[in-house]
């Protein structure tokens, strides 16, 4: 599975759009950009993912460059509850749910 | 409801002892995993499982074992030869591993502390 690199933290204002980065510049065309966040002391939650059409859905929208080899997650109106690590993982057909976890970003959202 | 159920949410035990954390799943999915958390890293996968009676073993398996005679339960033993085994322990299931866009669902995870 191709490598993903995120900024290890993003502060964001409430009410306003968080766009969390990542790059995975090594990306193949059969593998697919997914999107977990994890609440302090709790287990992560699939947000979102996406092959090369942009996705979204009632929580996010997924951006992927043309090229594949970035994607942004956006969150529209951020609240504080949204504070969270964000993961992106690439995953490919085969490897299925054995997903790879970096270290993700840590969104701080604030008043 | 249905989902993943990880006991108990804080365990303690003494240097030496195995011990083992649960997890059981009530959403008839194939796959499960275990993935272990320190303080300030990401999840990295311990063993994982496609079906009832098999599981592979993972990025760090050393030290840890575990079983899968149901489809609902995959039960992780951190063995005496784990050499920290002090973590917060998460347990996810998927329909398959093989199939496409399948999502995993997480557990609230076991924090385990080894004095």
């Known amino acids: 599975d191709a490598k993903t690199t995120q900024p290890p933290s993003m502060d964001c204002a409430e009410g306003r759009a968080a766009n969390l980065p990542c790059n995975h510049s090594t990306i193949s065309g059969n593998e697919y950009v997914y999107w977990y966040r994890q609440i302090h002391s709790q287990g992560p939650q699939y947000i979102i993912h996406g092959l090369k059409n942009n996705e979204t859905n009632e929580m996010a929208s997924l951006i992927i460059t043309e090229d594949r080899k970035s994607s942004t997650l956006i969150l529209p109106h951020a609240t504080l509850r949204d504070t969270a690590v964000y993961y992106c993982?690439?995953?490919?057909?085969?490897?299925?749910?054995?997903?790879?976890f970096g270290t993700g970003t840590r969104l701080q959202v604030t008043l | 409801d249905g989902g993943i159920t990880q006991s108990p949410k804080y365990l303690f035990r003494k240097e030496g002892q195995n011990v083992t954390l649960s997890c059981e799943q009530n959403l008839n999915h194939d796959a499960m995993y275990w993935y272990r958390q320190d303080p300030g890293q990401g999840l990295r996968l311990i063993y994982y499982s496609q079906i009832v009676n098999d599981f592979q073993k993972g990025d760090i398996a050393e030290g840890y074992s575990v079983s899968r005679e149901k489809k609902e339960s995959f039960p992780l033993t951190v063995t005496s030869a784990q050499k920290n085994p002090t973590a917060f322990y998460l347990c996810a299931s998927s329909i398959a591993l093989t199939r496409r866009h399948t999502e995993a669902f997480f557990g609230q995870g076991t924090r385990l502390t080894v004095v």
């Open positions: 993982i690439v995953r490919g057909d085969g490897t299925a749910s054995k997903l790879t």
